[in-house]
């Protein structure tokens, strides 16, 4: 496996000299194995008797986010020789040592009325040092979930110097229903599949819903008329516009531009399908792509000056890079079977897609010259990747064979680790996953 797959391979010094002389907090990956950091996570302190369960809860959940990158362990609560009594208490660092925690992350929580406020504190247990300066969130005592989620970014950021993810919210396709009166509707959730709110009822298909890069709207595919029609959805009301075409015309697999004023998609129109841009302040459309072929599935690079799509103008289904104002293509996939769906990462250094070989269906990444090929899955039908704010985790659609064309929803790093099902009640299909939230 490509060592290059993270850019955690190389050993990663968390803070300055004091640290490295003492032996820091290290990620060791090599050959694709990952050593993971031990940490412990002591139950938050309740500064008041309202806050004793939101305590609890929190640190429960900053150890679930941690320990499910596969990046972290925990040291469970039954192997602590100390206790932590007071947030302000002197930390007994050779007590953690003994039993190999190499991170611990200590914190408190207060509640007055409706307000939450949670602060913590990173030490690297080995060199007895804070990992930066301690932290504090303020929210409502229903968003617990949301500081927890807080914490573990700052904590996991600290320790592997990435952006997190885990205070983001993912926009799917709920579905319910048998296979030949398959109900579906848009749905919002958490990262980890809680905080389950539907946006739309089940009057009309829907597909492919896709967030704006602010996070604040849903582009998705609704056939309420009949045909194909895009919608724009404003998250926070619901309230929704729709792309304007011609009659006859089918639009249909959109995505925002980078600055969320544009829409990318695909027009089919005669018999023909091509990649238009439309500006959603001023209805313009622009026509990018004019060959006598399947153009569709557009994704715009993080700079906004590239687009990787789909084409079957070689005779098979491939990805293609283009200009985001059109113009002649690259090829960039060639090998055996199928390519499809193809999503630029965050990071700008992989696209991530669909393939179909051999009866197989498998989520994959490449370079975007298309050099160095990875599947990352396989299994009877796995589809529409999706990327975690910071590219490194992709989410993505599976149909497990008899299962009576249900699908659910996994998530996988992008070593090909970590694969992971989202726990969700019914049927889940077409993720978006959208950014961290402000």
Same mark, same amino acid.
């Given at each position: 496996m490509m060592k290059r797959i993270l850019t955690l391979l190389v050993t990663l010094m968390l803070a300055g000299p004091a640290l490295a002389q003492n032996g820091p907090l290290? #990620? *060791?990956?090599t050959d694709g194995v990952i050593e993971p950091i031990t940490f412990a996570v002591p139950s938050f302190q309740a500064?008041?008797?309202e806050a004793q369960q939101a305590a609890l809860d929190i640190s429960r959940l900053v150890a679930q986010n941690l320990a499910g990158t596969g990046l972290f362990r925990e040291v469970p609560a039954a192997a602590f020789i100390s206790q932590i009594s007071s947030f302000? !208490? &002197?930390? %007994?660092? %050779? $007590?953690w040592r003994a039993i190999n925690a190499q991170a611990l992350i200590v914190g408190a929580v207060n509640v007055s009325g409706n307000q939450l406020t949670v602060k913590f504190r990173l030490y690297d247990v080995f060199s007895g040092q804070e990992l930066g300066e301690g932290l504090q969130f303020a929210g409502t005592v229903a968003g617990w979930r949301r500081m927890g989620h807080k914490v573990? $970014?700052?904590?996991?950021s600290r320790i592997t110097g990435e952006g997190g993810f885990f205070d983001s919210r993912v926009v799917f396709v709920s579905e319910s229903g048998p296979k030949d009166n398959r109900q579906k509707r848009l749905a919002i959730m958490d990262y980890d599949g809680a905080n389950v709110q539907f946006l739309t009822d089940s009057s009309s298909i829907v597909l492919a819903p896709r967030f704006s890069p602010s996070g604040d709207r849903v582009l998705y595919t609704s056939f309420e008329s009949g045909f194909p029609r895009i919608n724009v959805l404003n998250v926070a009301n619901v /309230?929704?516009? !729709? #792309? !304007?075409t011609a009659p006859g015309e089918m639009a249909f697999s959109p995505r925002f531009s980078r600055d969320g004023r544009q829409v990318i998609y695909s027009l089919s129109n005669g018999g023909n399908t091509d990649i238009f841009r439309t500006d959603l %302040?001023? /209805? !313009?459309?622009?026509? #990018? *792509?004019t060959a006598p072929s399947i153009e569709t599935a557009p994704s715009l690079s993080p700079d906004g000056s590239q687009i990787v799509f789909e084409s079957d103008r070689s005779g098979t289904q491939q990805l293609y890079i283009m200009s985001a104002n059109g113009g002649e293509a690259r090829r960039i996939s060639f090998g055996d079977g199928r390519y499809g769906t193809p999503v630029?990462? &965050?990071r700008g250094d992989l696209v991530a897609f669909t393939k179909q070989n051999a009866g197989r269906f498998h989520i994959g990444v490449m370079r975007t010259d298309g050099s160095e090929e990875r599947l990352l899955t396989s299994s009877f039908l796995d589809e529409g990747p999706t990327w975690s704010p910071n590219g490194r985790v992709i989410m993505f659609s599976r149909e497990t064979q008899g299962a009576g064309g249900t699908s659910s929803m996994f998530s996988v790093d992008i070593s090909g680790r970590n694969l992971k099902a989202l726990p969700l009640q019914g049927g889940a299909s077409d +993720?978006?996953? /959208? +950014?961290l939230q402000p």
């Open positions: 290290r #990620l *060791t990956i500064e008041t008797f302000a !208490q &002197p930390v %007994a660092f %050779a $007590d573990s $970014d700052a904590v996991y /309230g929704r516009q !729709q #792309l !304007q %302040a001023t /209805g !313009q459309h622009m026509q #990018l *792509t630029w990462s &965050p +993720p978006s996953w /959208g +950014p």
